[in-house]
């Protein structure tokens, strides 16, 4: 599958739903990675959410060579706009590990970039959806 294409296809889908940009991170985290609204979503976060769009289909420098880089994407985006782009990050870090120079810090970095982008407004969010593409996908 390619799961970053896919990814590409929910971020345009959910632009419209979303009601507000923390929403729209919460609908990626959602139906990327299932991880649920509310509590719940705590939960799923720490237990790192599920493979929702298993595959493949991400740039070299940020695939791991797994099947699990869009449930980290969007995982990462959830968490920060439910904490925050910077404590996402210092979380990934000394909880999950993801070593900045790896593909998984890599991709981290990407996710917190593009959270704190949509959480500033600085990306709208029915412009998302080609940034997922121009940024994560192999072919973009």
Do not use: Y
């Not at 493949?56 to 994407?73: C, K, S, Y």
């Amino acid at each position: 599958m390619d799961a970053c294409g896919e990814l590409v296809k929910i971020a345009d889908r959910i632009a419209t739903e979303a009601k507000s940009p923390r929403d729209f991170l919460q609908l990626l985290g959602r139906d990327a990675a299932n991880i649920r609204p509310g509590l719940p979503g705590f939960f799923d976060l720490a237990m790192g959410g599920g493979n929702v769009l298993s595959g493949r289909g991400f740039r070299r420098r940020l695939d791991d060579g797994t099947d699990g880089q869009a449930r980290h994407f969007a995982g990462i985006a959830a968490s920060a706009g439910r904490v925050g782009p910077r404590f996402t990050r210092f979380l990934s870090v000394t909880v999950g590990g993801d070593k900045p120079e790896s593909a998984d810090g890599r991709l981290t970095d990407t996710a917190v970039a593009f959270s704190r982008s949509i959480l500033d407004g600085d990306l709208a969010l029915h412009e998302a959806s080609d940034w997922i593409e121009r940024h994560l996908c192999a072919a973009g």
